[in-house]
């Protein structure tokens, strides 16, 4: 079992809609919580950074972590096109041994018009 | 303000052959990581350097090493190269401290080995 599982889609939604991405994991240990956004031969771009459980808004973008679940979603309103993109969840410990993140997979989202 | 900066974008080599890749850190940061991706997985950590010393390392062969230059840039060698060695490499840069989990990625270096 993978320590954080995402589903890779790829999911389509129309112009304007919320959506909704979500990573689920096993690892107790995570404490910080990021969604990247990675575009077609690019490196993955910062969203958004949160510690612990709560929810944080920047925008058009809502993550939220449960903890006691060990979910994260990252909720994307008014959905644009240039949303296009994959979106890939993170998680880091901060143990000690260096700033590892550990990623999932990625999901694939198409914004259409 | 200097982004994450690597070269080249794309390489092809052969198996066996040897492969050293660059990356210039994010001014201000002076810690660096490398990340393997796969095409259609997410990033694998395979190692980190701060202050020119390796500072915790993946699930990676000996055969993937590093440096870490007093200017902070960094480089990725890889020896004996397998066809599984294919794949998008990405160097991040970051600082100590708060936040220093906040990771920003250059655009990767694309290595197709044959």
């Known amino acids: 079992q993978k320590e954080v599982e995402q589903d890779p889609g790829p999911l389509s939604v129309p112009e304007g809609a919320i959506v909704s991405l979500n990573c689920t994991y096993s690892n107790s240990a995570f404490q910080y919580f990021m969604w990247y956004r990675q575009y077609s031969r690019k490196g993955p771009e910062l969203l958004m950074y949160t510690y612990s459980s709560g929810n944080k808004e920047d925008g058009r973008f809502t993550a939220q972590v449960d903890k006691s679940s060990k979910y994260i979603s990252l909720f994307i309103r008014d959905s644009q096109p240039s949303d296009s993109a994959t979106y890939l969840c993170?998680?880091?410990?901060?143990?000690?041994?260096?700033?590892?993140?550990?990623f999932g997979t990625g999901t694939q989202l198409k914004v259409e018009l | 303000e200097t982004g994450v900066t690597q070269s080249p974008t794309h390489l092809i080599k052969t198996r066996g052959q040897q492969v050293t890749l660059r990356c210039s850190s994010q001014?201000?940061?002076?810690?660096v990581s490398w990340y393997q991706q796969a095409l259609g997985q997410g990033p694998q950590f395979i190692f980190q350097?701060?202050?020119?010393?390796?500072?915790g390392r993946g699930n990676f062969p000996p055969r993937f090493s590093g440096l870490q230059f007093p200017n902070y840039s960094s480089e990725l060698n890889v020896n004996a190269l397998e066809l599984d060695d294919s794949a998008l490499y990405l160097c991040a840069s970051s600082s100590p401290g708060p936040g220093e989990e906040k990771l920003f990625f250059g655009s990767g270096t694309q290595l197709s080995v044959l």
């Open positions: 350097y701060y202050r020119e010393e390796e500072n």
């Open positions: 001014s201000g940061h002076n810690t």
């Open positions: 993170a998680m880091s410990a901060r143990t000690g041994g260096g700033n590892k993140l550990t």
